[in-house]
């Protein structure tokens, strides 16, 4: 069923017993020692922290399951509060979280719940459905008036209770992400059969294993989908590869990227990137005449049609069928699908009239791309505006902001050290893939391994534009260093001083080339990384933020701080999913870009010129508390104008507290750089 294994280069090919032990202790240590060393550089999994915002977010969606709301409801009832917003994110993740907690809850000891029950879903407020321009037209006919009759009734109940009282979720979403990585290992090692013998496929892996652009989507304490998305990377790259005509699995390839591309579109619609990718790459296939087009690519635009209808079926009541949406799976991703199927069947027909491979086929291929972008122009005309389309342009801008969105600035110190963890491999396998590539070798099929290098090239080039990109460009850099070490380490060579083959000269010359080649590929970037100049060293203790801000939630649980009550409280939106998490109380503000009415307020509270629409905001939502931090660098957004002199922000920077807000004394967060307020009338 699988074939011959490859031998892609001189010295490829199956490992010796010892070397095959030797190479997977090198797997086994670099795994283990990445997943120790990294949450101790972002402490917290142990106290009941989370990797990032959007991890207290799906935890927050899951829990919604198990506190009753229904599978088809997308309400997030305790942000943007009180009116509440939808989700876009989708249900696997969900699945997932759920039956690890199902697996751990038995092993772990009795949760200790807080007294009482949580109280039941809020109904949705009366005004969620009013336009949120009307909502700020009446803030601005509001300016200026002595009385703000409240327009909703009370704040809307937390009901998600703290860590402690859902032990198993918890450990099921710290733990989701690892356990993925154990899965990424031997989907790796299947997908890249096609290129790679034994040993080529060892070194791929343990080039993997140091690539900072991944590992951290994978470690303790990351609750969120990337892990998936990685997985569903790495299988539908192995699918693509086996398209290529004399491919033993070729048959069955084009059903198994269809079914990787639906499962892809559900689980995110970050993996379009790389599903045009693997399209892009099978249609240049087609162009050289390596790819049967309606064969597999065809048999994959219609499984990946079909699978993502069923998607969409389970992810919506039928009402909702059709309605197009670009941030998450719908009907214009399952027209993606049937265009691909059409699109391969046309190139199929016309290279059955004998369309011969390269410049024609190269024009026909164009102007077939051409007409696929027409058509879903004219059917979804936000298309091409990505997951984005019809925000608000501030909106667009504000998530345009966000720390894995932005470009790599090669021209600083520390963003060309950025670069070297994310993309560092792509100095060195770049042009040795190249050079290795530049004459015919037996046994290397290089218009297959020509893919891969574009591929690098590419990816590595978007990284910089987009450093989210990242872990596309490790997964191709590990591939295309899979050759490499074989090529350049295990080859014969005599030593310089012309000594003998069975020499202890010769020897010692193979060893110190396997280990200086090997470290270089594997090591090469991080090492130079830690040889660049480190910034300066911050004077005094430093504590990760996300420790502080749980410091200041555990005082807003403590009843003789803020009252039994549970409130509306306004903090910097990178906080408000932190805030839902670990306190009973709602926030504004989070880093969702959905939420556009609890950003453009949040925006108003801490930056806008002019107190009295703040207040308006923080009256029409019965907001209670204010949380600052006058030092936050995280409120100085890329290419943003600083915020105005008379914004709140920048008074309470200067220690100007207005008088309609009244510090609050602290406990746990009292040294710590967070300052809460109570919001007066």
């Known amino acids: 069923m699988n074939g011959p294994v490859p031998v892609t280069a001189p010295g490829d090919g199956d490992c010796q017993p010892a070397e095959r032990r030797a190479l997977l202790a090198l797997c086994l240590l670099s795994w283990l020692l990445l997943h120790w060393v990294l949450p101790a550089w972002n402490p917290g999994v142990g106290t009941g922290l989370l990797a990032d915002a959007d991890c207290y977010h799906r935890m927050y969606r899951a829990r919604l399951l198990l506190d009753g709301e229904g599978w088809f409801s997308d309400r997030l009832p305790r942000y943007n509060a009180p009116f509440g917003h939808t989700s876009y994110w989708t249900r696997p993740l969900d699945v997932l979280l759920l039956a690890g907690r199902a697996l751990l809850q038995p092993l772990l000891p009795p949760d200790r719940h807080d007294a009482g029950s949580p109280s039941p879903l809020p109904p949705p407020a009366a005004t969620c459905d ?121 048959p069955g390839a084009g059903t198994g990227l269809g079914l990787v591309g639906a499962a892809a579109f559900w689980i995110s619609i970050e993996c379009q990137v790389f599903l045009y990718l693997c399209f892009a790459s099978l249609a240049a296939g087609w162009w050289f005449g390596e790819v049967e087009a309606r064969a597999g690519p065809r048999r994959a635009g219609l499984w990946m049609a079909g699978g993502t209808a069923l998607a969409v079926m389970a992810e919506r009541l039928p009402a909702d069928w059709f309605r197009p949406e670009f941030d998450r799976v719908s009907v214009v991703h399952v027209a993606v699908g049937l265009l691909m199927a059409a699109f391969f069947t046309a190139l199929g027909r016309l290279g059955d009239r004998g369309v011969p491979a390269g410049v024609w086929r190269g024009g026909v291929l164009g102007g077939a791309a051409a007409a696929c972008c027409l058509a879903m122009r004219a059917v979804f005309p936000l298309f091409f505006d990505g997951p984005y389309a019809g925000l608000e342009p501030h909106i667009r801008r504000f998530m345009d902001t966000f720390v894995d969105l932005l470009p790599l600035d090669l021209g600083t110190l520390d963003g060309f050290r950025t670069f070297l963890s994310m993309a560092g491999h792509s100095l060195v396998v770049i042009p040795l893939l190249a050079g290795f590539l530049w004459r015919p070798r037996a046994g290397v099929d290089r218009r297959k391994w020509l893919f891969v290098l574009v591929w690098a090239t590419v990816v590595t080039w978007g990284t910089i534009r987009v450093n989210k990109l990242g872990y596309l460009a490790g997964l191709f850099l590990a591939i295309g260093a899979g050759p490499l070490f074989p090529w350049l380490a295990m080859t014969p060579a005599a030593s310089p001083s012309g000594a003998g083959a069975g020499s202890l000269g010769n020897r010692l010359w193979a060893a110190g080339r396997g280990v200086g080649w090997g470290t270089l590929l594997v090591l090469g970037p991080f090492l130079a990384g830690l040889l660049l100049p480190s910034p300066p060293a911050a004077s005094g203790p430093m504590r990760n933020v996300a420790v502080q801000f749980a410091d200041l939630c555990r005082d807003l649980e403590d009843e003789t701080v803020v009252g039994s009550a549970p409130a ?40 806008g010129p002019d107190e009295a629409a703040a207040r308006a905001v923080l009256r029409r939502r019965g907001v209670r508390f204010l949380v600052a931090n006058p030092d936050y660098p995280g409120m100085v957004l890329p290419g943003w104008a600083p915020f105005p002199e008379t914004s709140l922000q920048r008074r309470l920077e200067r220690g100007e507290v207005p008088g309609w807000l009244q510090p609050v004394p602290l406990v746990w967060a009292a040294s710590g750089p967070f300052r809460l307020f109570r919001v007066l009338d």
């Open 568 to 607: 509306v409280i306004m903090t910097w939106m990178n906080f408000g999913t932190d805030l839902v998490f670990h306190t009973r109380h709602d926030a504004v503000g989070t880093p969702i870009h959905r939420n556009q009415e609890g950003l453009t307020d949040t925006f108003t509270v801490y930056g």
């Open 130 to 250: 009013a336009p949120f321009a009307q909502r700020q037209e009446a803030d601005r006919r509001e300016v200026g008036s002595t009385s703000w009759p409240p327009s909703t009734a009370a704040p809307t109940a937390g009901f998600v209770r703290r860590q402690g009282a859902d032990r198993a979720l918890f450990w099921a979403g710290a733990l989701l992400s690892p356990f993925l990585h154990l899965l990424i290992i031997p989907a790796f090692w299947w997908a890249a059969r096609p290129l790679l013998g034994e040993r080529g496929r060892w070194w791929a892996l343990l080039v993997l294993s140091w690539q900072f652009a991944i590992i951290p989507y994978l470690v303790l304490g990351r609750a969120d989908q990337h892990g998936l998305i990685i997985l569903a990377l790495v299988l539908a790259v192995g699918f693509t590869l086996r398209q290529w005509r004399g491919d033993p699995d070729g």
